[in-house]
């Protein structure tokens, strides 16, 4: 497997990503499959952006999930804070590649003028919440009842890292 930047050219990847994503988990509290449309103007604001939208990609070249951060909140005091997040395709999971790619966006978050990564996590994905925990994020709250998604109410927990390396002065 390699970590390496996404290119445009994965745009059709990242779409049935999220579209898994979107119909089949909590990960994602949209309804609505996304548009190539969509997902390229994303793409293109990442780059924009100068954020990071990294790849696991196996011997093929095929892209087997992503990782990226954007704005936190659109306000100025929220500069230098990033919600980020990790997708993996279905059949890629448990085999370590939501971990080397939030990694690989720590390492990346390292290098740029970024405080602080917050992971917005639905409150059931163990999977996710250990993840987290294991590469230092620290649990932050929750809030109960913040989506509604498959005919259920869904909790959402903030977890967050902390560049102890970042200074502004």
Known sequence: MIIR?????????????FNEAITNTTALYDYEARTIEKVTQWY?????????????????????????????????????TFEHSVYVRTD?????????????????ARKRPVHSLIGVIDADNTVSIRLHEKLGFHFCGKIPQAGF???????VVFYQWINTIFTIY
Request: glycine residues 10%.
């Open 44 to 80: 293109d604001a990442h780059v924009q952006n100068d954020f990071p939208v990294i790849g696991a990609f196996d011997e093929a070249d095929t892209l087997l999930g992503f990782a990226t951060y954007g704005h936190f909140r659109p306000h100025d005091g929220y500069k230098f």
């Open 5 to 17: 930047s996404v290119t445009s050219a994965q745009i059709p990847e990242i779409l049935a990503i």
């Open 92 to 108: 890629a999971r448990r085999r370590g590649i939501g971990e080397k790619l939030l990694t690989a966006l720590i390492a990346e």
């Open 149 to 155: 998604k498959f005919g259920r109410w869904l909790d």
